[in-house]
């Protein structure tokens, strides 16, 4: 069953920007943690962003810091990501995952549950 549902991908142009946003369908989607993850044509997954429980703390990847940002409504079982300045090397599945616990954790194997994915395509 999935849980996590991502939204919002698409083909942007290089310099643009897309927002994607990530649904979770359960009461006690405010106690975890939630992070953006990133997969390339070749590539392993990489992490791209993440935000604690109460929003208070975040993580970037140094390869999109200052052109990402991470929020989330927990009101509305929600979390967000802002990209801007989109570059061809941005191109990736990307994915959504829940948090074991409630800290912002940049490690893959910290978050149990994952959605199936949403593709970014930046042209050039």
């Known amino acids: 069953q999935v849980q996590l549902v991502e939204s919002g991908g698409g083909l942007v142009q290089t310099g643009g920007s897309l927002g994607l946003s990530c649904k979770y369908s359960a009461r006690t989607f405010g106690v975890y943690a939630m992070g953006w993850f990133r997969q390339a044509p070749g590539k392993e997954r990489a992490f791209v962003a993440s935000i604690s429980s109460g929003s208070g703390s975040t993580n970037y990847a140094d390869a999109v810091k200052d052109r990402f940002t991470i929020a989330r409504d927990n009101s509305k079982n929600t979390v967000y990501l802002q990209m801007s300045s989109l570059k061809p090397e941005d191109t990736a599945v990307y994915y959504c995952?829940?948090?074991?616990?409630?800290?912002?954790?940049?490690?893959?194997?910290?978050?149990?549950?994952w959605g199936q994915g949403t593709q970014v395509t930046v042209s050039s």
């Open positions: 995952a829940r948090g074991q616990f409630g800290y912002s954790s940049t490690s893959a194997s910290e978050y149990d549950q």
